[in-house]
């Protein structure tokens, strides 16, 4: 790996298939900063257990996950790919950022909010403190950017946070790391009702995933709501609307979305035919992809290979990063 080049980090949960938020958000930042930074790449198995109890699929998940990723376009030749588990360093970092965070903030937070709502029975620790990890995971790597979508906006303030108060009390350490897109804003992909976001683990109807077969694809997008049209020229969309041409404009090309938008204005709109034209040609964005990581899959040694490296190179980097944490936190006894 190139020294001097800026470090990059982003993860994902093996919670499900990989959907076109998470594509958007996050993925299609990747496969361009592999060719510009050092970037590190993981799947976040301990962060799925704060949801997801059960491990019987973690391994497979896992593996299906590094499969959709490589086929969405990273390049392990090119990038670290390496399951978070496989870092035994990244949790005693996590101890120390722990003694850093206050629970007032922690439980502000709205994903700790949503998913407290969402499991009111398992309001476990482990969510608490997810952007705790979530830090560490950050600044195990020293990073300076990470790739995410706008719901992790607010967890990548608080990593900052937490960097700051680490450096201010024990020296200057670490990086202050900064949320990252190539587009002006970060993107937030909603679900097809318009109710929240597209996500892996929820709304399996309303989401689109990169594993979703052409009939399902055409299915789901032809039940995304809609409403009878405005009736004022140039009104303001509403968010289910409005969700429905931000993926026109993300897989269609721009003569398309312009005349839709025409429609829009001139009160001449009409869904039907823009949810056939959405999903023809969200079909040719996905399918390529689909079928690479089904032949991924038939791979598992390959995949196995991918994650056994990954693991090597990303612990060098953190080893690195624990040594100095300890050092500046005086916990060098022998
Ligand atoms: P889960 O429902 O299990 O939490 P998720 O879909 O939220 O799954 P994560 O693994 O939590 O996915 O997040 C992986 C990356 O995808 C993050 O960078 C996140 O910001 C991004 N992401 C997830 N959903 C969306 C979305 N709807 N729009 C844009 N980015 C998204
Ligand atoms: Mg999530």
Redesign the pocket.
Known sequence: MEKNKEIVL????P??FL????Y????RNWVRMQNEYTCYFFI?DW??LT??SDTHELKSNTRRLVSELIAGGLDPEKCTIYAQSDIPEIPELYLYLNMLAYKGELEKTVTFKDKARQQPENINAGLLTYPVLQAADILIHRAHFV??????EQHIEMTRNFAERFNHRYGELFPIPRAFSYTEN??????LDGSG??????QQMN?IYLNDDDTLIRRKISKAKTDQGPLVPNSAMPDYIEGLFTLLRLVSAPEIVAKFEYDFNHCQIRYGDLKKQLAEDMIQMIKPIREKAAALQNEPGQIDEVLARGAEKARKSAVTTLGEVRKALGFTHH
């Open positions: 982003s993860g994902i949960r919670t499900g959907h076109l938020g998470n958007y958000g996050a993925l976040a962060h799925s949801t997801h790739p995410v979508g706008k719901d992790q970060l993107v937030r992909i909603l679900s976001k597209m996500s892996k683990s929820e989401t």
